[in-house]
């Protein structure tokens, strides 16, 4: 059973950093890519960055220059580091994986962690 488990979101002030994580953990035999959605209430889910294995990223033009996506491949961990925080970054973030385990290309989501900006 694969599962993706998320951390690191919270409450923060306007101009703040957050640091958001998620380990994939099961039947695991590649990854491929990893990313970060989010969702605010009553707006569409749109994603945020994602990570290719070799690193190549993307990211959303509202985030360039203040969000930075990163992979551990040995811990099969992504990375979102959140500077610069906007009230409009408030949204649960949600990690999603394409992950080969070893029966099937699948689609993976976390659970989602709340990130709230406000002073």
């Known amino acids: 059973q694969v599962q993706l488990v998320e951390s690191g979101g919270g409450l923060v002030q306007p101009g703040g950093s957050l640091r958001l994580s998620c380990a994939a953990s099961?039947?695991?035999?590649?990854?491929?890519?990893m990313g970060w959605y989010r969702q605010a209430p009553g707006k569409e889910r749109e994603l945020v960055a994602s990570?290719?294995?070799?690193?190549?990223?993307y990211y959303v033009d509202s985030v360039k220059g203040r969000f930075t996506i990163s992979r551990d491949n040995a811990k099969n961990t992504v990375y979102l580091q959140m500077n610069s925080l906007k009230p409009e970054d408030t949204a649960v973030y949600l990690c999603?994986?394409?992950?080969?385990?070893?029966?099937?290309?699948?689609?993976?989501w976390g659970q989602g962690t709340q990130v709230t900006v406000s002073s």
């Open positions: 999603n994986a394409h992950i080969n385990n070893y029966y099937s290309l699948k689609t993976y």
């Open positions: 990570i290719n294995s070799d690193s190549s990223t």
């Open positions: 099961g039947r695991i035999l590649s990854i491929n890519p």
